[in-house]
């Protein structure tokens, strides 16, 4: 046995996109343990709230995080809405699945080039990236911008999409599926990809529910649970949703569990365009939230569960705005799969949990 | 400008961003728009690179971070501030963990504002910076051979 040394990681990181700083204890070539310093990105929008009213602070909330920029102004809006007894036309609420799961698609497929990127397959990586571009196109003809959409509202949604533009949207996604295969395919059954991802990093059963893991990084260790079975807004339309499972709990699970549910997603985009009713897409909300109104709301992010809690005080602003992210939740998983690790697997783990630490610290 | 001289490479780093500039900084690099095939890479290593990318505002924790990679970096240097929030602070310029701009930590040489920042900004930034870069590189020569 070596002496344990203390190796930093982060925060500025060739693999990580964001700052997130690790202590990693090594002996020999082992983790004995990862320490986790956050910290570097906190802005403190909660406190936006008083000085925002609640109509403005959906582009705040929207910011949070550029990656699920679209499910969090969804999830603010859905809170506020229900903080104030809003009924948002059903119009409005399957465009808004329609936006979400077009973001989850985006996440996702971004998350995999970045996964290629960390274990060194640098011609995958670009090719995961030039396939979401098309995505982003999509983003850019329905709303205008290709992160920050601005397109939710409290009570709807701001533009519609035309006939026209869900064939494009129908379409471009058909031709993404084909292209997508096999990009999976290099995922899934490249050998020298297995090689990085069968068994590294495992979290149990036991593991993912007493850490209370969310999202795909949960589900990777067979934890049967995805807000949208729920059936939460338009979510309630969908003729079945079942999540999609993976028992192993190492990274090939984990790359498993996001491969398929780009195709899940698309499935529920092209389900939600066939049954689109027509119709208003907002109601008008007028007034304020009542002076000690609650309301609380759960999205499903790219990343997992989010949770979106409101309280009013009689005045346009709000009295209290939180979120608790995926992300923190997932990060006692992350430093419990990197103890015992081998260092070259760091990046690797960390990576897939897919963390977004802007919607952590926010 | 009509050539450039050296293919640069660049050096990105988050402050406190929302990601979306981050990933607009990366889309940038990456077929869709393909800044590679210029020359242009992506490196981890300050010492290797001539133009830094800055996304987000700084604040207490990472304005150190920032100043340590920019001082690590050999001249000649040019900083580029992608996004509002790197140019002033932007829609978080009132948060109580926001100093401001990335101007507030090291000299910036160019801006390019949007929210997100678009790719297009990105590059037409870049094309700009490598004209600093041009010059600086030339006054850093001048100023070896008075010596």
């Known amino acids: 046995m ?159 999409i035309d006939e026209a533009q869900l064939a494009e949207i129908k379409r471009v996604l058909e031709g993404i599926k084909d292209d997508y295969r096999q990009i999976m395919n290099a995922f899934l059954k490249d050998t020298s990809v297995k090689n990085r991802t069968v068994g590294v990093g495992v979290i149990s059963h036991e593991d993912a529910l007493a850490l209370s893991m969310v999202g795909p990084f949960a589900r990777a260790s067979n934890v049967n649970y995805d807000v949208r079975m729920l059936g939460n807004g338009g979510y309630g339309r969908l003729s079945d949703f079942q999540p999609v499972l993976d028992a192993q709990g190492d990274c090939y699970a984990r790359v498993k569990v996001r491969a398929l549910e780009v195709l899940q997603s698309i499935d529920i985009i092209e ?92 | 400008m009509t050539y450039a001289t050296k293919s640069p490479w660049v050096i990105h780093y988050d402050g406190s961003s929302c990601n979306g500039c981050d990933i607009e900084v990366l889309a940038a690099l990456c077929p869709g728009y393909d800044v590679e095939r210029f020359g242009i890479i992506n490196t981890g290593n300050p010492k290797h690179a001539d133009i830094f990318l800055v996304t987000g505002s700084v604040n207490e924790q990472n304005i150190k971070v920032v100043q340590e990679i920019y001082n690590q970096m050999v001249e000649p240097k040019v900083v580029v501030a992608c996004g509002i929030c790197a140019c002033s602070g932007g829609i978080f310029h009132d948060c109580y963990n926001v100093i401001g701009g990335v101007d507030q930590a090291i000299p910036v040489d160019v801006y390019a504002p949007g929210c997100a920042v678009r790719p297009e900004a990105i590059i037409d930034a870049v094309v700009q910076a490598l004209g600093i870069l041009e010059e600086k590189s030339k006054a850093l020569q001048a100023q070896r051979k008075g010596a």
């Open chain 1, 2 to 160: 070596g002496k344990a040394t203390v190796i930093p990681f982060g925060p500025q990181h060739p693999v990580l996109p964001e700052p997130l700083h690790l202590d990693l204890v090594v002996e020999d070539e082992t983790v004995i343990e990862a320490v986790p310093q956050i910290g570097f990105i906190h802005r403190g929008l909660e406190k936006l709230v008083e000085t925002r009213d609640y109509n403005q602070f959906i582009y705040v909330a929207e910011r949070i995080c550029g990656i699920c920029a679209f499910g969090h102004s969804l999830g603010y809006a859905e809170t506020v809405e229900r903080l104030m007894g809003v009924e948002v036309p059903e119009r409005a609420e399957c465009l808004r699945v329609i936006w979400h799961e077009l973001s989850r698609v985006h996440s996702h497929i971004l998350w995999m080039g970045l996964a290629a990127d960390a274990f060194g397959f640098e011609s995958l990586f670009m090719h995961c990236w030039r396939l979401r571009e098309r995505v982003l196109d999509i983003f850019e003809k329905t709303t205008g911008g290709r992160v920050i959409f601005s397109v939710v509202k409290v009570g709807g949604v701001v533009r519609d």
């Open chain 1, 271 to 362: 389900e939600m365009i066939a049954q689109l009713p027509a119709g208003d897409i907002a109601t008008d909300v007028k007034g304020s939230p009542a002076a000690g109104a609650q309301a609380a709301n759960l999205v499903e992010q790219p990343r997992g569960e989010c949770y979106y809690y409101a309280r009013g005080n009689g005045t346009k602003y709000l009295e209290r705005m939180r979120m608790r992210t995926p992300t923190s939740q997932n990060l006692a998983g992350m430093t419990t799969a990197l103890a015992g690790c081998d260092l070259a697997d760091v990046n690797m783990i960390v990576l897939t949990i897919d963390p977004c630490i802007s919607c952590t610290e926010r």
